[in-house]
């Protein structure tokens, strides 16, 4: 359900240059809103009530407090003016609280469940949907599922409230338990629908939010007054369409931690290489904010570029003269960069993980042992060393930074404020800086992988001057 608008140009104010003259007359393009699922989709009778915040007696909502139907947030706010503007622009409605909500809170029963690996801020995003729920809204039967998607059949939910997630945010990983896998839709929406949760906060990543949109899917065949939020959470920052995923800003800042021992390393030894993994296994943004924040590192190796060791042009050409150079390097690389070059086995070829994702060989140890090799074959007798560190785990468990406990405390709020406004089906998130309602199906589908066209890996190349590895 589209809406479309369009404005006229403004009218030219002042004497303009004749580069400035040619954009005088061009066309704003149509703004095209991405509009929600909502309960009254298939529950027409529901009724609203007023928002329990009008009634609060420590907080008085100010005028343009609450959101209307009418304020939007759009995914496009650069644009060539001597481009085609006759593609819509898309538009979600903005997050925020609504002066009406579908939800009696003395009737909520909320769930609250977070899958697959870990990430620097989960116990904050859980800590502050049971602050939220509880403070703003009066809801006082709030759950936490245990261990990831199989805990709704497998375990009894434990009775969440603020004195008890007081200081979960102090806390990495997750309280709540996690695992991967454990998807059995029926189960899952029977044991949803028989222990009377009326609202599910489902916090993951990409699979996690594929799994919610086969939960809401079903909610809706089956009509049932449950809203289905989705928070997307990957470290690798590889969800697409919002600004950034939460813990990705707490994961660069403590990767820098890896890179500078690294640096160390490297410095201290004759001919010295430093080598560091980083996570990311389709996309290379932690890998590359850390090379750009830290200033340390040599060459930067990701998913989205095909690299090669031998030849002109290639990563030892490039390591030799750079030690000629500065007799040390540094090398970062993202977990899933160069794995078409490891050998495998018949057996490592078919392996899977429990959400189903090819496993990953070690690119690291890999790349040790191929730094090694070459060493020793075109030096003979020279000192060298190599210095190998993984701070995978480090990372993921970590408590987060205060800008991603800020982050995670809004999107918290604005799941709630969207549910408690009959929303569903949906995902909360910044895009270009305000937050915003997508729906579950888009955010699921969408990629965000590096663009080795943008200016941002230009920098990584200005900074590194590492070779592009294309082959004439």
């Given at each position: 359900m589209g809406t479309d608008a369009t404005r006229e140009p403004a009218a030219p104010t002042g004497a303009k240059s004749q580069n400035q003259a040619q954009f005088d007359h061009f066309?704003?393009?149509?703004?095209?809103?991405?509009?929600?699922?909502?309960?009254?989709?298939?529950?027409?009778?529901?009724?609203?009530?007023?928002?329990?915040l009008e009634q609060n007696r420590f907080?008085?909502?100010?005028?343009?407090?609450?959101?209307?139907?009418?304020?939007?947030?759009?995914?496009?706010?650069?644009?060539?003016?001597?481009?085609?503007?006759?593609?819509?622009?898309?538009?979600?409605?903005?997050?925020?609280?609504?002066?009406?909500?579908?939800?009696?809170?003395?009737?909520?029963?909320?769930?609250?469940?977070?899958?697959?690996?870990?990430?620097?801020?989960?116990?904050?995003?859980i800590r502050e949907l049971v602050v939220g729920l509880w403070?703003?809204?009066?809801?006082?039967?709030?759950?936490?599922?245990?261990?990831?998607?199989?805990?709704?059949y497998s375990s009894e939910p434990v009775s969440l409230n603020p004195k008890l997630v007081n200081d979960w945010h102090k806390r990495g990983g997750t309280a709540l338990e996690t695992s991967r896998g454990g998807f059995d839709l029926q189960k899952i929406v029977d044991a949803i629908q028989e222990?009377?949760?009326?609202?599910?906060?489902?916090i993951g990543?990409?699979?996690?939010?594929?799994?919610?949109?086969?939960i809401f899917d079903e909610v809706c065949r089956r009509k049932l007054n449950i809203a289905v939020t989705g928070i997307p959470k990957t470290v690798d920052n590889d969800v697409g369409i919002i600004?950034?995923?939460?813990?990705?800003?707490?994961?660069?800042?403590?990767?820098?931690?890896?890179?500078?021992?690294?640096?160390?390393?490297?410095?201290?030894?004759?001919?010295?290489?430093?080598?560091?993994?980083?996570?990311?296994?389709?996309t290379g943004h932690i890998a590359l904010h850390t090379t750009l924040s830290s200033c340390d590192v040599d060459c930067c190796l990701i998913p989205e570029i095909e690299f090669y060791l031998e030849g002109e042009g290639g990563l030892f050409e490039f390591l030799g003269q750079r030690l000629k150079e500065n007799k040390h390097a540094v090398i970062v690389?993202?977990?899933?960069?160069?794995?078409?070059?490891?050998?495998?086995?018949?057996?490592?070829?078919?392996?899977?993980?429990?959400?189903?994702?090819?496993?990953?060989?070690?690119?690291?140890?890999?790349?040790?042992?191929?730094?090694?090799?070459?060493?020793?074959?075109?030096?003979?007798?020279?000192?060298?060393?190599v210095k190998y560190i993984d701070p995978t785990y480090?990372?993921?468990?970590?408590?987060?930074?205060?800008?991603?406990?800020?982050?995670?405390?809004?999107?918290a709020h604005s799941a709630i404020h969207g549910v408690m406004a009959g929303y569903t089906g949906f995902v909360s998130g910044p895009i270009n800086g305000n937050y915003a309602y997508i729906p579950l199906s888009e955010v699921a589908q969408a990629k965000n992988e590096v663009n080795i066209n943008d200016h941002k890996w230009a920098w990584v190349r200005s900074v590194t001057n590492q070779p592009d590895f294309a082959k004439s």
């Open positions: 066309s704003i393009p149509y703004v095209t809103l991405r509009d929600l699922p909502h309960l009254t989709h298939y529950l027409p009778d529901l009724g609203t009530r007023t928002n329990p907080y008085h909502p100010t005028r343009g407090f609450y959101i209307s139907a009418s304020d939007v947030v759009l995914r496009h706010i650069v644009h060539d003016l001597s481009g085609d503007f006759s593609s819509p622009n898309l538009a979600y409605r903005q997050a925020g609280p609504r002066r009406s909500i579908f939800f009696d809170p003395g009737e909520v029963r909320a769930a609250i469940v977070t899958c697959g690996g870990l990430c620097p801020g989960l116990n904050t995003v403070e703003l809204y009066g809801v006082r039967r709030i759950y936490g599922v245990r261990a990831g998607y199989r805990g709704f222990r009377g949760f009326n609202q599910v906060y489902i990543g990409d699979g996690t939010m594929r799994g919610a949109v086969k600004d950034r995923s939460f813990g990705f800003q707490t994961a660069v800042e403590v990767a820098q931690h890896a890179v500078s021992a690294a640096h160390v390393e490297a410095e201290s030894a004759v001919n010295g290489i430093g080598l560091v993994k980083i996570m990311g296994r389709s690389v993202a977990e899933g960069a160069g794995q078409e070059m490891i050998p495998r086995n018949d057996a490592q070829k078919e392996e899977k993980d429990e959400s189903g994702n090819p496993v990953f060989l070690d690119v690291g140890g890999w790349l040790k042992s191929e730094l090694k090799r070459w060493w020793a074959r075109d030096h003979p007798g020279e000192l060298f060393t480090m990372i993921r468990a970590v408590t987060a930074n205060a800008t991603d406990n800020l982050y995670c405390t809004l999107l």
